[in-house]
């Protein structure tokens, strides 16, 4: 079973998450659902349709939080200048002047209005580890080769 890095910070998140969908989430639904029954002929009965539908993206929203929770490895940030989970990224894609910032760690650790790195990706697999003025190399899905500097590393 392979684990997912997370902050305890994104670690407290989704397991506050998952407590509020197993429990006033789950009465919310069955509410809905009770309510549109009420209103007569369930095959064209579109709000009861619509409640059942939330209640199965629901449903596989808890599962992927049971399961992100149970295979999760927290990961204390170790502020060493080394890129790792929760770290801001600063990037210089060769050839290019301009820079990118981006947030490394899993879409779970996302925050507002920055780009998260996967560490499973070619990039993300390079820079684990890497510090500011490293450069790195990465093949690319097309099968090219890509290098980045590391401009900064937070």
Do not use: C, W
């Amino acid at each position: 079973m392979a684990s997912k890095q997370l902050s305890q910070e994104t670690y407290d998140r989704l397991k506050e998450e998952h407590e509020d969908l197993t429990t006033r989430g789950r009465i919310d639904i069955a509410r809905k659902i009770e309510v549109a029954r009420e209103l007569g002929d369930l095959s064209e009965n579109g709000d009861y349709h619509a409640a059942k539908e939330e209640q199965g993206k629901m449903e596989g929203r808890i599962m992927f939080l049971a399961k992100t929770l149970e295979e999760a490895e927290i990961v204390e940030a170790v502020k060493d200048g080394t890129v790792q989970t929760g770290s801001i990224v600063e990037l210089r894609y060769e050839g290019d002047d301009d820079t990118e910032k981006y947030l490394f760690g899993s879409i779970e650790e996302r925050q507002e209005g920055m780009e998260n790195l996967s560490p499973g990706s070619p990039l993300g697999k390079s820079l684990a580890g890497a510090k500011a003025g490293d450069t790195v190399s990465f093949e690319t899905p097309a099968g090219g080769s890509l290098s980045v500097e590391v401009v900064s590393v937070g």
